[in-house]
């Protein structure tokens, strides 16, 4: 053996014999025989595919591979399991769905066996275009079928929030969507809601949370191999078309009272981002009478290889950039953009102080820009509130919630309603179940407008209801924003965004979030820190979670927090500066370039105090 070849990591005798035990358990061809591939490498032997150009790093590729593939079963985090689609028990594949699903029934079967009600359990289940997803499907049908749950499954894929309105309208005691929603195309997820007769509170349709989460997972850890899973030929029912049909004319009717004599004057843009949001929004637009509506034919249909973005998610730089051209092209008012599986949504305008022309290395900008998360949440939040403050309904019934790391305008419009007010953890299987909720977002373009019917984030109703917002504004001469102009001058300018970093190395993100618990800044940009608040403590009376919040003297905030779906380590910032009520247009274009100057001021010092 030569030196280089010393050096490379050996896998333990127990680790092969798991690798070779899960090869014969694997019910997939495709992934058994590239583990069988990874084994052979690891283990100094020629692959099935041929030699490879350097053994010695290939060997040790190979080994850290299967190291991380079999580190543990994955786990069910913001937005249920979610990972990238390769062999193993730390990856999503059938083995591990089929396992899931297996858990997941065994719970069902057990829990409405406690309801005594003798109903037998049952599930909707739904997929989007990604590869894999309509596998994963029918293997979860075919489990849940064969346990003894009646299993309803859709017949093609689908929005998440058809499946989540989905679970309520057909009054099931589970779902499950196999999606990942905005990620990259190699990943692959599972989300799973409960209602029916297992969650009868705020939360029924909405994702698991605690205790729900770990029972489930409990049962998942039970299931000895997949050769033990039973798995049905046949016998689940197709769901009908009826349901979507449904969902689409709820969305209609539910989103703005608006009569028949409102304009309807505006020219959108729509990219469903290589997803599945295309039909139903387009569908949804029209029958309340926006036909005006252009899509971005490069995106327009589903494809699973998401060519055109690097990251198929509104958020990252450059996602939006085809449909901005193509706003440009046909004269648009609006730019609406869903992720792939059509529960977030994105919004671009027309903003006069994003025009400048080209200064030395600074390229012009034409004044179209994406909105950020906070202030679309902030455009819906108030339509919800005007409207539910006209119901006069008493006191203390109705809340808007959003989650602790967004915007804390929010709160300052719920109480300038007399509405109740929630800031939650991440997540809407936190923010949905919010008492007497009645609008509900996170920053990461996530929307909830209608509760009753979706107890989950909806980016198809939230487009509707701004295209209604921006049309109703545009007949009055003004724009979206104006309104947040408006806001502003009433609340004060609210100014967020967000600093990220993505991490190969996943062992750099807790070592990211302890270098600052352990040495915190003391000021930013010369603002005393006021208070640091380890959120794993509690903070606020919610539960512990991974997190740092500091509260500086000049009203900042930053807070900083590990992804839940994606290998990244997120800082959210917010700066607050006063604005007088009858400031004018030129007044509050200066606040926002000092508000937009010292939250960059706050990002670059705290990119220093990460390490970044």
């Given at each position: 053996?030569?030196?280089?070849?010393?050096?490379?990591?050996?896998?333990?005798?127990?680790?092969?014999?798991?690798?070779?035990?899960?090869?014969?358990?694997?019910?997939?061809?495709?992934?058994?025989?590239?583990?069988?591939?990874?084994?052979?490498?690891?283990?100094?032997?020629?692959?099935?595919?041929?030699?490879?150009?350097?053994?010695?790093?290939?060997?040790?590729?190979?080994?850290?591979?299967?190291?991380?593939?079999?580190?543990?079963?994955?786990?069910?985090?913001?937005?249920?399991?979610?990972?990238?689609?390769?062999?193993?028990?730390?990856?999503?594949?059938?083995?591990?769905?089929?396992?899931?699903?297996?858990?997941?029934?065994?719970?069902?079967?057990?829990?409405?066996?406690?309801?005594?009600?003798?109903?037998?359990?049952?599930?909707?289940?739904?997929?989007?275009?990604?590869?894999?997803?309509?596998?994963f499907a029918q293997d979860t049908a075919a489990v849940m079928t064969a346990a003894g749950v009646d299993a309803h499954l859709f017949p093609g894929h689908c929005p998440t929030p058809v499946v989540a309105f989905a679970v309520r309208h057909l009054g099931v005691d589970a779902g499950v969507v196999v999606t990942a929603s905005h990620n990259p195309p190699q990943d692959n997820g599972y989300k799973v809601y409960l209602g029916g007769a297992l969650v009868t509170d705020e939360?029924?349709?909405?994702?698991?949370?605690?205790?729900?989460?770990?029972?489930?997972?409990?049962?998942?850890?039970?299931?000895?191999?997949?050769?033990?899973?039973?798995?049905?030929?046949?016998?689940?029912?197709?769901?009908?078309?009826?349901?979507?049909?449904?969902?689409?004319?709820?969305?209609?009717?539910?989103?703005?009272?608006?009569?028949?004599?409102?304009?309807?004057?505006?020219?959108?843009?729509?990219?469903?981002?290589?997803?599945?949001?295309?039909?139903?929004?387009?569908?949804?637009?029209?029958?309340?009478?926006?036909?005006?509506?252009?899509?971005?034919?490069?995106?327009?249909?589903?494809?699973?290889?998401?060519?055109?973005?690097?990251?198929?998610?509104?958020?990252?730089?450059?996602?939006?950039?085809?449909?901005?051209?193509?706003?440009?092209?046909?004269?648009?008012?609006?730019?609406?953009?869903?992720?792939?599986?059509?529960?977030?949504?994105?919004?671009?305008?027309?903003?006069?102080?994003?025009?400048?022309?080209?200064?030395?290395?600074?390229?012009?900008?034409?004044?179209?820009?994406?909105?950020?998360?906070?202030?679309?949440?902030?455009?819906?939040?108030?339509?919800?509130?005007?409207?539910?403050?006209?119901?006069?309904?008493?006191?203390?019934?109705?809340?808007?919630?959003?989650?602790?790391?967004?915007?804390?305008?929010?709160?300052?419009?719920?109480?300038?309603?007399?509405?109740?007010?929630?800031?939650?953890?991440?997540?809407?299987?936190?923010?949905?179940?919010?008492?007497?909720?009645?609008?509900?977002?996170?920053?990461?373009?996530?929307?909830?407008?209608?509760?009753?019917?979706?107890?989950?984030?909806?980016?198809?109703?939230?487009?509707?209801?701004?295209?209604?917002?921006?049309?109703?504004?545009?007949?009055?001469?003004?724009?979206?924003?104006?309104?947040?102009?408006?806001?502003?001058?009433?609340?004060?300018?609210?100014?967020?965004?967000?600093?990220?970093?993505?991490?190969?190395?996943?062992?750099?993100?807790?070592?990211?979030?302890?270098?600052?618990?352990?040495?915190?800044?003391?000021?930013?940009?010369?603002?005393?820190?006021?208070?640091?608040?380890?959120?794993?403590?509690?903070?606020?009376?919610?539960?512990?979670?991974?997190?740092?919040?500091?509260?500086?003297?000049?009203?900042?905030?930053?807070?900083?927090?590990?992804?839940?779906?994606?290998?990244?380590?997120?800082?959210?910032?917010?700066?607050?500066?006063?604005?007088?009520?009858?400031?004018?247009?030129?007044?509050?274009?200066?606040?926002?370039?000092?508000?937009?100057?010292?939250?960059?001021?706050?990002?670059?010092?705290?990119?220093?105090?990460?390490?970044?």
């Amino acid at each position: 053996m030569s030196t280089q070849d010393s050096l490379v990591p050996e896998l333990s005798d127990e680790l092969r014999a798991q690798v070779e035990a899960w090869i014969v358990d694997d019910p997939d061809e495709a992934t058994k025989y590239e583990l069988q591939d990874l084994l052979d490498v690891a283990s100094g032997r020629e692959p099935s595919s041929g030699p490879v150009e350097d053994p010695a790093a290939a060997r040790a590729a190979a080994v850290a591979e299967i190291q991380d593939a079999f580190s543990g079963l994955l786990q069910f985090g913001t937005a249920g399991l979610r990972g990238r689609m390769a062999a193993g028990p730390n990856r999503m594949n059938r083995a591990v769905v089929i396992r899931a699903a297996a858990g997941l029934a065994a719970y069902l079967l057990e829990a409405r066996a406690a309801v005594g009600d003798g109903g037998r359990p049952s599930i909707v289940i739904g997929y989007d275009a990604r590869y894999n997803s309509a596998t994963f499907a029918q293997d979860t049908a075919a489990v849940m079928t064969a346990a003894g749950v009646d299993a309803h499954l859709f017949p093609g894929h689908c929005p998440t929030p058809v499946v989540a309105f989905a679970v309520r309208h057909l009054g099931v005691d589970a779902g499950v969507v196999v999606t990942a929603s905005h990620n990259p195309p190699q990943d692959n997820g599972y989300k799973v809601y409960l209602g029916g007769a297992l969650v009868t509170d705020e939360g029924q349709g909405a994702q698991i949370v605690p205790p729900y989460d770990g029972l489930i997972a409990a049962k998942i850890a039970a299931v000895p191999s997949v050769a033990s899973v039973a798995r049905a030929h046949s016998g689940w029912q197709t769901v009908s078309d009826d349901v979507a049909e449904t969902y689409r004319a709820t969305v209609s009717r539910n989103a703005l009272p608006v009569g028949p004599e409102a304009p309807r004057d505006l020219r959108v843009v729509y990219t469903p981002m290589h997803g599945v949001g295309a039909k139903t929004a387009e569908a949804v637009l029209a029958a309340a009478g926006y036909t005006d509506v252009h899509a971005v034919p490069e995106q327009v249909e589903p494809d699973p290889d998401f060519p055109t973005v690097d990251f198929p998610n509104p958020e990252e730089p450059g996602a939006i950039d085809l449909a901005l051209a193509h706003a440009r092209r046909v004269g648009a008012d609006l730019v609406i953009a869903n992720d792939p599986d059509a529960d977030r949504c994105a919004a671009a305008v027309y903003d006069p102080r994003w025009e400048r022309e080209a200064d030395g290395d600074t390229p012009a900008r034409d004044g179209w820009r994406m909105l950020h998360g906070d202030e679309v949440g902030a455009l819906l939040g108030y339509t919800v509130a005007e409207r539910a403050a006209r119901q006069r309904i008493a006191p203390g019934t109705l809340r808007l919630a959003n989650s602790i790391v967004s915007s804390r305008l929010l709160g300052r419009i719920a109480a300038h309603h007399h509405l109740e007010y929630s800031a939650t953890l991440t997540g809407f299987k936190w923010i949905s179940r919010a008492k007497g909720l009645v609008f509900g977002y996170e920053e990461a373009l996530g929307y909830c407008v209608d509760p009753a019917q979706v107890r989950d984030k909806d980016g198809i109703s939230a487009a509707l209801m701004l295209v209604q917002i921006a049309d109703g504004l545009k007949a009055q001469g003004r724009t979206l924003v104006d309104l947040l102009d408006d806001l502003a001058r009433q609340h004060g300018l609210h100014l967020t965004d967000q600093l990220s970093a993505r991490f190969t190395d996943l062992s750099q993100i807790p070592a990211t979030m302890e270098r600052l618990r352990s040495n915190p800044p003391s000021t930013l940009v010369g603002s005393p820190v006021l208070s640091v608040d380890d959120l794993a403590d509690g903070v606020d009376g919610l539960p512990p979670t991974d997190g740092l919040r500091l509260l500086m003297q000049d009203g900042s905030r930053v807070i900083v927090r590990p992804s839940g779906t994606e290998p990244k380590v997120k800082c959210y910032l917010e700066v607050v500066f006063p604005v007088e009520m009858d400031a004018s247009f030129d007044m509050i274009t200066r606040a926002r370039a000092e508000a937009r100057e010292h939250l960059e001021s706050i990002k670059a010092e705290m990119r220093t105090a990460l390490g970044l």
